[in-house]
T-cell receptor, first 116, second 112 residues
Framework: KAGVTQTPRYLIKTRGQQVTLSCSPISGHRSVSWYQQTPGQGLQFLFEYFSETQRNKGNFPGRFSGRQFSNSRSEMNVSTLELGDSALYLC???????????????FGPGTRLLVL | GENVEQHPSTLSVQEGDSAVIKCTYSDSASNYFPWYKQELGKRPQLIIDIRSNVGEKKDQRIAVTLNKTAKHFSLHITETQPEDSAVYFCAASRNYGQNFVFGPGTRLSVLP
């Protein structure tokens, strides 16, 4: 079974621009979560989508948004990029949102975003 | 909200020795605690997890213990090998997987 995939793997943008990242979950997984990983802040939860609906949200500004499509693929958008948005953005998928025995998340390789 | 602390931030051990990483959490409602290993330039990978109704879980050289009263859980790696060198993250969540909060990570170096 193919793992979680993310595109693009690397991205360079300038301040003020916007960016869209894509995540394709493992086949059969309907939940997709997004995380930001930086050396200073570690792994921080952005949001989680299940069945095209945002189920959980972390403490990030409204410039960070996401969506999920009917095939469970998810996109994350960051508008008005700031230098501090430079990070590795990871998505993770799992079979469902909350259910006994379905907690395990599988991470994608990440998209490394550099904002200049 | 939940806060997860992790210690130590760096750990160096000799090959063959044991390594212990400890995490504490603040939300008594947290009930699922996974551990992830992230090698340099790679994605985090789940290595072991534990639910709140279990005190200890073991998988070959890796074990996790949970003390709900003290709100801490620990990762134990025995007979360490150079390939165990990586950053290890603990996490806590409510409802067996809602809103994961990660610890800051521990960089483990296994010296040959």
């Amino acid at each position: 079974k193919a793992g979680v995939t993310q595109t693009p793997r690397y991205l360079i943008k300038t301040r003020g621009q916007q960016v869209t990242l894509s995540c394709s979950p493992i086949s059969g997984h309907r939940s997709v979560s997004w995380y930001q990983q930086t050396p200073g802040q570690g792994l921080q939860f952005l949001f989680e989508y299940f069945s095209e609906t945002q189920r959980n949200k972390g403490n990030f500004p409204g410039r960070f948004s996401g969506r999920q499509f009917s095939n469970s693929r998810s996109e994350m958008n960051v508008s008005t990029l700031e230098l501090g948005d430079s990070a590795l953005y990871l998505c993770a998928s799992r079979r469902t949102w909350t259910a006994w025995g379905q907690e395990t998340q599988y991470f994608g390789p990440g998209t490394r975003l550099l904002v200049l | 909200g939940e806060n997860v602390e992790q210690h130590p931030s760096t750990l160096s051990v000799q090959e063959g020795d044991s390594a212990v990483i400890k995490c504490t959490y603040s939300d008594s409602a947290s009930n699922y605690f996974p551990w992830y290993k992230q090698e340099l330039g790679k994605r985090p990978q789940l290595i072991i997890d534990i639910r709140s109704n279990v005190g200890e879980k073991k998988d070959q050289r890796i074990a996790v213990t949970l003390n709900k009263t003290a709100k801490h859980f620990s990762l134990h790696i025995t007979e360490t090998q150079p390939e165990d060198s990586a950053v290890y993250f603990c996490a806590a969540s409510r409802n067996y997987g809602q809103n994961f909060v990660f610890g800051p990570g521990t960089r483990l170096s296994v010296l040959p």
